[in-house]
């Protein structure tokens, strides 16, 4: 019998899953998003499809029950994924003002050209 939140996250697995190939075939995805999102939903989906086999891994790790190894990895993924995304957010940034840069020189020359 599949339990409330395992219902959840199975469903949020195919969900997830169902996106980043959507992205990925639509181009809005490279290759390295699709894989790293495509192994997280399915990570999710076989996690809440099977929670005992979290068992020997958290005996392994020392840690106690199921819930707290999902919150820490919880937040440690949390924190991978806003340093990526302030990572990318400083990439948009540089280019575009290496964008209006150019185009500032640009429309300046032409300015230039027409004023002579």
């Known amino acids: 019998m599949i339990a409330g939140i395992q219902a959840f996250g199975l469903s949020l697995g195919l969900l997830m899953?169902?996106?980043a190939v959507k992205l990925y075939r639509q181009g809005k995805f490279k290759d390295r998003d699709f894989v790293t999102w495509g192994i997280v939903?399915?990570?999710?989906?076989?996690v809440s499809l099977y929670p005992t086999v979290l068992d020997s891994v958290l005996s392994?790790?020392?840690?106690?029950?199921?819930?707290d190894a999902?919150?820490?990895?919880?937040?440690?993924?949390?924190?991978?994924?806003?340093?990526?995304?302030?990572i990318r957010?400083?990439?948009?940034?540089?280019?575009?003002?290496n964008l209006v840069r150019k185009v500032a020189l640009e429309l300046e020359q032409k300015g230039r050209k027409q004023n002579v």
């Open 17 to 19: 899953f169902y996106y």
């Open 41 to 46: 939903a399915l990570a999710i989906f076989f």
């Open 60 to 67: 392994w790790l020392k840690i106690g029950r199921g819930l």
């Open 70 to 86: 999902l919150l820490v990895l919880g937040l440690l993924g949390v924190y991978g994924f806003v340093f990526q995304v302030y």
């Open 89 to 97: 957010n400083q990439e948009t940034q540089r280019q575009i003002t």
